[in-house]
């Protein structure tokens, strides 16, 4: 590319004889707000740049030439007196060691993604949506381009946007973590057609897949629908690829979202084998029953009648019980120590986001807390995450 943005405008201009201020009025934008765009010190939005196109009546090879010429940043030292940290690490999908099932799944998963470009993973609680998600994002992105992003409760979408950055500069283009910051600490109000544009224009052509589990957690931030209709936006357009999970249905017009089947019998039984649990076929089969194919479920009651010296009568009372999570969850109390309750109680306190071994012992102002918090992890009450390259704990999603 020979030329920059500003230049490449001047030049439009002038071919349509027309200046900035006619361009402005086109745009229906003051001419200060042009300026800025023209000069790179806000980026574009998609749509007054297509616009703009249209009026300068360039050819859809110019209007290209447009949008991959770099507009430059707003000078750091001018915007900031501090020096910008350095971003935090980026989070990475959980490792599944002993990834089971669910083969046909993953198979129409991929497809989806390779011609749809988006995929939309629904289901209730323990179903398996993060996992499987992990899983397909590392079968179709192990050697290229990904963005893993779990969505917390009372987090909105500049808290995406702050953890794009940050991945974007671990990825070396650290342009986008120097522009927030530049732009937050010069008081500019968040607009999210802004931020969402700047941080697109730094993933096009790269083949990312941007992924985002519990989307549905983001709903209540009043950005969530201009956020959806963008990302939706940008699939179609081919810009990047996008795997949503949650638990409540998305509408994400045009894209459907997929419910996720019951786990089934054959792949529970593969499962109690590569856990090497030791149950008879016809126990697998009632616990597999009684879980109703939920996987964090079943294997929460598989694991407790392995471990119990009742295990006969445990199988009569799960028969008869009419809320089994509530009779596993009072089985499971009885077994634990008073550390451990202790433990899962300091996870109960912070339910937003996971925990590392040090924060829970500040929090419960008790020391040596590995071995019970590997103890919850291996009896399925707690799921062990990496948070910027540490081991943190959580309660099951």
Request: hydrophobic share 40%.
């Given at each position: 590319m020979t030329q920059d943005h500003k230049s490449l405008i001047?030049?439009?201009?002038?071919?349509?004889?027309?200046?900035?201020?006619?361009?402005?009025?086109e745009l229906n934008v003051d001419a200060s707000t042009l300026s800025k765009w023209i000069n790179g010190v806000n980026p574009w939005p998609d749509d007054a740049l297509h616009q703009a196109s249209e009026w300068l009546e360039l050819t859809p090879a110019e209007e290209q030439q447009l949008r991959g010429t770099p507009a430059s940043l707003p000078p750091r030292e001018t915007a900031t007196s501090r020096s910008i940290p350095q971003p935090p690490p980026p989070d990475l999908p959980?490792?599944?060691?002993?990834?089971?099932?669910?083969?046909?799944?993953?198979?129409?998963?991929?497809?989806?993604?390779?011609?749809?470009?988006?995929?939309?993973?629904?289901?209730?609680?323990?179903?398996?949506?993060?996992?499987?998600?992990?899983?397909?994002?590392?079968?179709?992105?192990?050697?290229?381009?990904?963005?893993?992003?779990?969505?917390?409760?009372?987090?909105?979408?500049?808290?995406?946007?702050?953890?794009?950055?940050?991945?974007?500069?671990?990825?070396?283009?650290?342009?986008?973590?120097?522009?927030?910051?530049?732009?937050?600490?010069?008081?500019?109000?968040?607009?999210?057609?802004?931020?969402?544009?700047?941080l697109r224009q730094h993933l096009q052509g790269q083949d990312y897949l941007l992924c985002f589990d519990d989307f549905h957690n983001l709903q209540d931030d009043p950005l969530y629908i201009g956020f959806a209709e963008r990302l939706a936006a940008s699939v179609q357009k081919g810009d990047f690829r996008v795997m949503l999970t949650s638990r409540r249905k998305l509408l994400l017009e045009p894209f459907q979202s997929t419910p996720l089947s019951e786990f089934t019998l054959e792949d529970t039984q593969r499962l109690v084998h590569v856990h090497g649990l030791t149950i008879e076929q016809a126990d697998i089969a009632q616990l597999h029953a009684q879980t109703a194919g939920n996987l964090a479920l079943f294997k929460l009651a598989a694991h407790h009648w392995q471990t119990s010296s009742l295990a006969p009568q445990m199988a009569r009372d799960l028969v008869q019980s009419a809320d089994i999570q509530r009779y596993l969850l009072n089985h499971v109390d009885k077994q634990l120590s008073e550390k451990e309750r202790r433990i899962l109680a300091g996870c109960a306190v912070l339910p937003e986001h996971p925990a590392t071994s040090a924060i829970l012992e500040a929090i419960l102002n008790e020391g040596n807390l590995p071995r019970g918090l590997a103890h919850l992890r291996d009896a399925y009450l707690l799921e062990e995450v990496t948070v910027e390259n540490q081991r943190a704990y959580q309660l099951p999603a």
């Open positions: 001047r030049s439009f201009l002038r071919r349509h004889r027309s200046n900035q201020k006619e361009l402005a009025h959980a490792s599944i060691p002993h990834f089971v099932g669910r083969q046909q799944e993953l198979h129409r998963y991929q497809h989806t993604l390779q011609t749809a470009g988006i995929v939309i993973i629904t289901g209730p609680i323990g179903a398996g949506k993060s996992a499987l998600a992990s899983r397909l994002a590392t079968l179709t992105h192990a050697q290229k381009p990904l963005f893993w992003y779990r969505c917390f409760p009372h987090e909105g979408v500049f808290d995406i946007f702050w953890k794009l950055a940050a991945h974007l500069a671990h990825n070396g283009q650290d342009e986008a973590w120097g522009w927030l910051h530049a732009a937050t600490e010069n008081g500019e109000a968040p607009k999210l057609g802004i931020f969402y544009d700047y």
